[in-house]
Every structure is written in structure tokens, then in C-alpha cells.
């Protein structure tokens, strides 16, 4: 019996594998319990789909990088290799919690000895000047800080940055990342991420920064329907 298109089912058989072979009747909409996406490599990865708090009817494609396996995080980091390699950074910067997953090899990959994380728990020789409140679509409580590490600075000032992260979808957390690194004088080239989703972010961030946002794939904002989820309607 197939389960209905709204059920929750576990996570635990996605982000495991990449597809090479999905017809494409089966990228499109209506999708069940899981949404299909191609990368750039030409292989399909199953995100599986979440129904978000409220009535029922809203969801979102979930990707959670440090579930994924190895082999499909590679593929991930292989995809955004060029998307930052064109900007030359000096410096890789990786967003807590699930950005760390492809920050540290991608900064790897492009040739970098290091790469500079910014992080949620406060050291007790960190300074609250070097930090920022963030709020973002899963952990939606206040009180949460964003810092850098005052031993890193030198490594942010005056240094060409690109942030990288799992998703951008409301921009909250990114919009305050981009802030605190050209606070402590980076230059932020921009950001790449695994994946956009949907386009609440591009409003959060605006044109100019929203432009130098890359991702590897984007996922819509999805809409319960009689026979699965379809693409929301824009507001």
C-alpha cells in the first residue's frame, strides 16, 4: 500500500547513493516522500522531504550533510570546487554546524593548508564585539551567537573570504555571517553552498549579495496537493 504523499518516513536511506539513471518524467513534480535533484555531474541525489510546523501543507527538501555518505559529500565538494574556484579566495570560511562538512575539504581541494571556521560555543577568551545573533529556519529560538575566534582575525582582515555552507533558505544566518567577516575587514567575495532553497533568502540578502550567492542545485518551497507536493506558488 503506498503511503500518502504527506507521511514521514526515516531519513535514513537518503543521502546515501547517487543515481545515474531517473528517467526524467521522474524529476518532475508531483513528488511523494522524497524530491529528486540532478547535479552537475549528471547523477541524482534523493533529498527526502520534511513537513514543516503549521498545517500541514507546506515542506521543504532536506539535506543533512554529516548524515550523508562519504561518497556523496566528495560529489557534493567536487560540484562547488568551481563555483568558488573562479573567485580566487584567500581564505575558506565555513558556517557552523553543517557548512564544516564541505568547508574543510573543499578548502582541500582548491589548495588551501587551512581553512577558518566560525562556530556557535563561546571560548572563554572569545569577545562578544566579534559576534553576531542569528536565527535561522531550524533552530528558530533567539539567543544563539554567531562568533570568530580573535587568534583568526588575521586571517579574515584584509583577506579576499568566500563563506561556504550546507543551504542558504531564509539568509537569516548568512546575512549576519557576511556582516561579522567585513566587520573584522574581510572582504567576502561570496558564498557557495550545496543547496538554495527556494527564494526567500535572495529578499534577506539583496541583489548584490543575493548575486554572489552559488549553489550546486536548487530545491523549491513546497505545496501539498490531491496527489503530492508541487513547487509553492511565489508570493
Excluded at 529528486?36 to 539535506?63: E, K
Excluded at 573543499?106 to 572569545?126: E, I, T
Excluded at 555552507?165 to 561570496?190: I, K, M, P, Q, Y
Aim: hydrophobic share 45%; aromatic share 8%.
Amino acid at each position: 500500500m503506498a503511503l500518502p504523499p504527506d507521511a514521514t518516513v526515516p531519513t535514513t536511506p537518503f543521502w546515501q547513493a547517487l543515481e545515474a539513471a531517473v528517467p526524467e518524467a521522474e524529476l518532475a513534480p508531483p513528488w511523494r516522500q522524497g524530491l529528486p535533484v540532478r547535479l552537475p555531474c549528471g547523477r541524482v541525489l534523493r533529498l527526502p522531504i520534511r513537513v514543516r510546523p503549521g498545517d500541514g501543507s507546506r515542506a521543504v527538501a532536506s539535506l543533512i550533510a554529516n548524515q550523508a555518505a562519504f561518497p556523496v559529500v566528495d560529489a557534493l565538494v567536487e560540484a562547488m570546487r568551481p563555483l568558488v574556484q573562479s573567485w580566487e579566495p584567500d581564505a575558506i570560511v565555513g558556517l557552523p554546524t553543517l557548512g564544516m562538512v564541505f568547508a574543510a575539504p573543499l578548502a582541500r581541494a582548491l589548495g588551501h593548508p587551512r581553512w577558518v571556521p566560525l562556530g556557535y560555543s563561546r571560548k572563554y577568551w572569545y569577545d562578544d564585539a566579534l559576534s553576531e545573533s542569528v536565527v535561522s529556519i531550524t533552530s528558530p529560538d533567539a539567543g544563539k551567537r554567531l562568533y570568530v575566534d580573535p587568534n583568526q582575525l588575521s586571517l579574515l582582515d584584509g583577506r579576499r573570504v568566500v563563506l561556504i555552507d550546507d543551504a542558504v533558505s531564509t539568509g537569516a544566518t548568512l546575512v549576519r555571517a557576511w556582516h561579522l567577516l567585513e566587520r573584522c575587514g574581510a572582504d567576502v567575495l561570496g558564498c557557495a553552498v550545496a543547496m538554495r532553497q527556494g527564494a526567500v533568502w535572495r529578499s534577506t540578502l539583496g541583489p548584490e549579495r543575493a548575486s554572489r550567492v552559488r549553489g550546486v542545485f536548487d530545491t523549491p518551497l513546497l505545496q501539498l496537493g490531491a496527489d503530492g507536493w508541487w513547487p509553492q506558488a511565489p508570493a
